[in-house]
């Protein structure tokens, strides 16, 4: 019998075909596929070359929507950036297979009720602004109105969950600022930290001030 045709690396409509995993009982080659939404699903090889098959199941549902709704983001084949952001949002807060799950879904992070509708997240947040992406405040909290911003790829590097808080008086804020103002590479605040500093002083004492009390209290041993 002729070898079934690779078809590793070719794309099906929003499939695209990861690695034959084996065949069906009538002989049928098999085929892992991840969909642009990040899902993967395993697919017979006549279903995908027949167009029978063209993603995990969300083409549907993009229809269904479409047909449903009147706000023109969801049109099939070209979904706005806004919509884009929208679904994704979803899919890592509710699908476990998608690839960040993990820090979302995973654990605990979820979509208020009334983003649910797509309108609703519309009317909320606006559209998507150029180079700006959906952001969380606190990354504790879940996708809603009053914890949502769109932000630029620096503001969310300093708001990820490892940029240490870090209190001085009554005002709290990530070291990274902290950092801004007073110069203090992040090696040497982090290190200070742990060893028990107190963090004004971690964060504002000179190199070279530590370096001469280290050098003083060596003198002062006989």
């Not at 605990?108 to 309108?119: A, D, F």
């Not at 090696?187 to 370096?211: C, N, V």
Request: aromatic share 8%.
């Amino acid at each position: 019998m002729q070898k079934s045709h690779d078809l590793t690396g070719l794309r099906f409509g929003r499939l695209v075909v990861v690695a034959r995993i084996g065949r069906t009982e009538h002989r049928d080659s098999l085929w892992r596929c991840v969909c642009d939404c990040s899902i993967e699903k395993v697919v017979g090889r006549g279903t995908l070359v027949r167009g029978r098959t063209r993603s995990c199941g969300c083409l549907s549902r993009d229809r269904a929507i479409e047909v449903h709704t009147t706000h023109g983001h969801a049109r099939v084949n070209n979904h706005s950036r806004t919509y884009r952001v929208w679904t994704s949002m979803w899919s890592r807060c509710t699908n476990p297979k998608t690839v960040c799950w993990v820090d979302y879904g995973g654990r605990g992070i979820s979509v208020c009720e009334r983003w649910k509708s797509y309108k609703n997240f519309l009317t909320d947040m606006g559209e998507a602004p150029p180079n700006l992406s959906l952001d969380r405040v606190d990354n504790d909290k879940g996708y809603m109105p009053d914890n949502c911003r769109w932000a630029t790829q620096g503001e969310q590097s300093i708001n990820k969950r490892n940029n240490r808080l870090v209190t001085i008086g009554d005002e709290t804020k990530p070291l990274s600022l902290w950092l801004r103002e007073s110069g203090i590479s992040f090696t040497t605040a982090l290190y200070r930290l742990k060893r028990g500093w107190e963090s004004h002083k971690a964060i504002f004492e000179p190199p070279d001030e530590m370096q001469s009390r280290r050098r003083r209290g060596r003198r002062q041993v006989p």
